[in-house]
Every structure is written in structure tokens, then in C-alpha cells.
């Protein structure tokens, strides 16, 4: 394995990590706060987490001509990974929280 590929395999490892870590964070925030948002987040940071695991696969599972043959919908599904994280963190950051009268008293 030369520098780069040891470079790649750190760098994901690091995005994967991360992202689990974040996916935890998010739960363990929604827990507390109830806010709707945060399962947004959770969900777009496991998302995370399935395309850098998937990114791993791809690399360094399937390399060296072992790949046989690729499968359509899976690739369709793993390249549109960061699209839905994408629009989940969109969603996330304008949707309006609805809040009950219980609640408003807590915030002021």
C-alpha cells in the first residue's frame, strides 16, 4: 500500500469516526432538547457514516480487480448519499420549530 492509498484509508477512517461520533452527539441532543431538527442531523450524519463505510468498501475491499460486476441501483444509492444529507441539513436549518403554549413559558 504506497503513501496515498495510506493517506485515503486514515482520511476515511477519520470521516467515519466522525460521523458515528456526531450521529451519537445529535441523539444524545434530541434526548435533551426535543427539538425536531436534531433528527435531521442524526440522520444525515449516519448517513455519513454508510457512505464512508461504502467508500471504503469501494476502495479497499473491492480493489485490485475483484469487483466482478458493479450493481446499478446500489451505485445509484450509495452516489446519492450526500444528496440527501445535503437536503437534510437544508431542511434541518429552515424548518420552523412549532412550539406549545408549555413550551414558550420554558423559553422566556
Known amino acids: 500500500m504506497n ?5 485515503e484509508i486514515i482520511l476515511i ?3 467515519t469516526g466522525l460521523s458515528i461520533l456526531l450521529s451519537a452527539l445529535s441523539v444524545s ?3 435533551n432538547s426535543k427539538l425536531k431538527k436534531m433528527i435531521y442531523a442524526t440522520i444525515a450524519y449516519s448517513l455519513f ?3 464512508s463505510l461504502s467508500q471504503f468498501y469501494e476502495e479497499f475491499v473491492l480493489e485490485g480487480g475483484n469487483e466482478g460486476h458493479p450493481n446499478l441501483i446500489i451505485d445509484i444509492a450509495v452516489h446519492s448519499i450526500p444528496l440527501a444529507i445535503l437536503v437534510l441539513f ?3 436549518i ?3 420549530e412549532k412550539y406549545s403554549n408549555s413550551t414558550r413559558h420554558e423559553i422566556r
Open 29 to 31: 441532543a434530541y434526548r
Open 94 to 96: 429552515v424548518k420552523k
Open 3 to 7: 503513501l496515498i492509498d495510506q493517506i
Open 90 to 92: 437544508f431542511i434541518g
Open 13 to 15: 477512517i477519520a470521516t
Open 49 to 51: 457514516a454508510i457512505f
